[in-house]
T-cell receptor, first 116, second 112 residues
Framework: GAVVSQHPSWVICKSGTSVKIECRSL??????MFWYRQFPKQSLMLMAT?????????EQGVEKDKFLINHASLTLSTLTVTSAHPEDSSFYIC????????????FGEGSRLTVL | GESVGLHLPTLSVQEGDNSIINCAYS??????FIWYKQESGKGPQFIID?????DKRQGQRVTVLLNKTVKHLSLQIAATQPGDSAVYFC???????????FGTGTKLQVIP
């Protein structure tokens, strides 16, 4: 099956710094990628939809200047958490869809961010 | 907006028994539904899906039932095994399979 890889799988940073998380589709080209955020014992909350070559579409309540998303190629999307604070600590998960109209989403293994 | 929710936060079953996990959704425009399994510290894993023009779909040991009249979705796992222990999420989308919205999740605990 299709593989989506996230890096890093976990990261610890100091408050005020920025952290970049990468999401790569390893064996397919992803026209659309989605970024989710998951707090402990809670569900996945969609943050934004990212289409290759265009600006990301953010969900209501998600600060686009805080969570910068770039989808520069068909195999890579990045999420940058800017000026991270402890409340940004969470599990960030990306998913990718191979082509428009395709139904199946392929998920990465997630990246756990801890902000001290 | 679209919301999807679950009735039971935790479900404990004996190994070998059948499990039924339920889900309610609110958006009548939802036309595609998916069940995911998530193990601790990992990303969601696709289990089975169903489109709104169907009311039942079977996979290996799993069956998804869709009742559009009452906006209800269920996942049935036959002969539940310890490896089935995980959190299960229902999810849905509408209008061309764009964004997928997740429900609140049910933790399945299999008792050996």
């Amino acid at each position: 099956g299709a593989v989506v890889s996230q890096h890093p799988s976990w990261v610890i940073c100091k408050s005020g710094t920025s952290v970049k998380i990468e999401c790569r589709s390893l064996d397919f080209q992803a026209t659309t990628m989605f970024w989710y955020r998951q707090f402990p014992k809670q569900s996945l909350m969609l943050m934004a939809t990212s289409n290759e070559g265009s600006k990301a579409t953010y969900e209501q309540g998600v600060e686009k200047d805080k969570f910068l998303i770039n989808h520069a190629s068909l195999t890579l999307s990045t999420l940058t958490v800017t000026s991270a604070h402890p409340e940004d600590s969470s599990f960030y998960i990306c998913s990718a869809r191979e082509k428009r109209g395709a139904t199946e989403l392929f998920f990465g293994e997630g990246s756990r961010l801890t902000v001290l | 907006g679209e919301s999807v929710g679950l009735h039971l936060p935790t479900l404990s079953v004996q190994e070998g028994d059948n499990s039924i996990i339920n889900c309610a959704y609110s958006n009548s425009a939802s036309d595609y539904f998916i069940w995911y399994k998530q193990e601790s510290g990992k990303g969601p894993q696709f289990i089975i899906d169903i489109r709104s023009n169907m009311d039942k779909r079977q996979g290996q040991r799993v069956t998804v039932l869709l009742n559009k009249t009452v906006k209800h979705l269920s996942l049935q796992i036959a002969a539940t095994q310890p490896g089935d222990s995980a959190v299960y999420f229902c999810a849905s989308s509408s209008g061309g399979y764009q964004k997928v919205t997740f429900g609140t999740g049910t933790k399945l605990q299999v008792i050996p």
